[in-house]
């Protein structure tokens, strides 16, 4: 299957402040990528579609002010979570659209954040 | 109605039985279908894909796919203890984007 790295891998920030969270797809040029967050013992939920050289797409009750995406190139998006407080605290993943007839979602390893 | 639905678990199955899971969808217009694995503190895994009523097997899994029924399901023969974990059915639509997840099974085999 296609490869999604993210970065960083984990990451503990102080409240108030801005941390950016990168998705590359490493073989493969993804056009579409997709941003979720996942909370302890709670099913994926998706925050945003991605897509290369426009706007983000947010899903309802999804701050998009808070949560910055931008999609530079094919192979790079990231997700900064804005002024992060303890509640955002979560494991946030990323996935990439491999293009072709089947357009398969392969995912980031994720990344776990935790706001003090 | 969720638009893709699973039992939500927890599953038990004996090492070296089959485990059975099923997915139900409620888009006819459905015309993609996938399998994942999450292990506990991990992201979702692909495991299989399927866009063609009948059954597609890669190695001890089946995919089986019913569009008339709007049933896909996953077998898993000779269970393993490292087949634990959650199993989210996800859907994707002919002109979408996105894929719809369901909220998982999970599953867990007892040696």
């Known amino acids: 299957g296609a490869v999604v790295s993210q970065h960083p891998s984990w990451v503990i920030c102080k409240s108030g402040t801005s941390v950016k969270i990168e998705c590359r797809s490493l073989d493969f040029q993804a056009t579409t990528m997709f941003w979720y967050r996942q909370f302890p013992k709670q099913s994926l939920m998706l925050m945003a579609t991605?897509?290369?050289?426009?706007?983000?797409?947010?899903e309802q009750g999804v701050e998009k002010d808070k949560f910055l995406i931008n999609h530079a190139s094919l192979t790079l998006s990231t997700l900064t979570v804005t002024s992060a407080h303890p509640e955002d605290s979560s494991f946030y993943i990323c996935?990439?659209?491999?293009?072709?007839?089947?357009?398969?979602?392969?995912f980031g390893p994720g990344t776990r954040l935790t706001v003090l | 109605q969720k638009e893709v639905e699973q039992n939500s678990g927890p599953l038990s199955v004996p090492e070296g039985a089959i485990a059975s899971l099923n997915c139900t969808y409620s888009d006819r217009g459905s015309q993609s279908f996938f399998w994942y694995r999450q292990y506990s503190g991990k992201s979702p895994e692909l495991i299989m894909s399927i866009y063609s009523n009948g059954d597609k097997e890669d190695g001890r899994f089946t995919a089986q796919l019913n569009k008339a029924s709007q049933y896909v399901s996953l077998l898993i023969r000779d269970s393993q203890p490292s087949d634990s974990a959650t199993y989210l059915c996800a859907v994707k639509g002919e002109s979408a984007s996105k894929i719809i997840f369901g909220s998982g099974t999970r599953l867990s085999i007892r040696p």
């Open positions: 991605s897509n290369e050289g426009s706007k983000a797409t947010y």
């Open positions: 996935s990439a659209n491999l293009a072709g007839p089947y357009n398969e979602q392969f």
